[in-house]
């Protein structure tokens, strides 16, 4: 499962749900430990799970984590489905992969206006610890302020609505991914994508109804949390600047999330 020995992940998982904490937790130990006292319940970060004592004497690599990380990532439904969890479990993860997901839909935000791509940045900066919790509200709310002005420039102008809504949407999804958390992290993911399909859902007798396309992209946008999966600079992960470790991790790590796409691809079509 996830390419995680069976024995220990017998020992950790067995019958209990899978969540991305456990399966963190079953990536970073080995088999020959299995005879020892382990912990079996995991750690409130991914940071504590990597550097963990257990980890160490297993010589377990970040990447080694991340790629069952990723594997579960692309197990899940959609990628809101996926970051919901990953928030839940480590918020600082869930904001770095919600990040990731608002980054692709920033280029619907029209030329000069800067507030969405700062408050992104803000928010992976909080994230590293150089940036404040006050500087991080202060970013959402502009970028919330900017999807107001285009909500309202979208409410005068019929041609062009399509367009100021869908930047309204990406600010709104850059607000969400300033606020550590699980909701606002699914909401992040959720906004990004409606911009992503130029959609916005409408109300039909009471019930919610998605314009064709919104479903795939939720799904497409799996590979992009996958991704900021390995790219969450946790403490292993921060070498000095122009680390070749750092860089022969991640390519590794990337190249470990493709395969196991395509894995989990073909054996559900099979």
């Known amino acids: ?11 950790v998982v067995g019958k209990k749900p899978i969540t991305p904490e456990l399966v ?17 319940k995991p750690y409130g970060y991914l940071s504590w799970t990597e550097n963990s004592p257990l980890a160490t004497q297993c010589g377990t690599s970040v990447v080694q984590i991340r790629n069952a990380l990723a594997a579960w990532v692309m ?18 993860l869930g904001m770095w992969c919600a990040c990731a997901v608002v980054e692709t839909a920033l280029k619907y935000i029209p030329p000069g206006e800067p ?18 919790g006050k500087e991080g509200i202060e970013s959402g709310r502009a970028s919330q302020s900017a999807a107001s002005l285009y909500y309202g420039e979208a409410a005068k102008w019929d041609e062009d609505r399509p367009a100021w809504v869908r930047a309204g949407r990406v600010a ?52 992009v949390v996958a991704q900021g999966v390995f790219s969450y600079p946790t403490l292993r992960t921060r070498p000095p600047s122009g680390s070749v ?8 790590g990337v190249v470990g999330a493709a395969v196991g796409a395509l ?5 559900r079509r099979s």
């Open 172 to 223: 709104e999804a850059a607000r969400m991914a300033t606020i550590p958390g699980r909701a606002s992290a699914a909401k992040a993911v959720e906004y990004a994508a409606m911009a992503l399909v130029g959609s916005t859902p409408s109300n039909e007798g009471g019930v919610t109804v998605w314009v064709e396309g919104i479903d795939d992209e939720n799904v497409r946008l799996r590979e």
């Open 263 to 267: 894995t989990i691809h073909f054996a």
């Open 245 to 252: 470790e750092l860089h022969n991790a991640l390519v590794a």
């Open 115 to 132: 507030r969405p791509q700062r408050a992104i940045k803000t928010a992976r900066a909080w994230v590293v610890g150089r940036a404040t």
């Open 24 to 40: 963190a937790l079953a990536a970073s130990l080995c088999p020959e430990i299995l005879s020892e006292r382990l912990r079996t």
């Open 1 to 11: 499962m996830y390419g995680i020995d069976k024995r220990v992940w017998s020992k």
């Open 75 to 92: 197990d899940q439904e959609d990628a809101i489905k996926a970051i919901a969890p990953l928030a839940e479990w480590d918020s600082k």
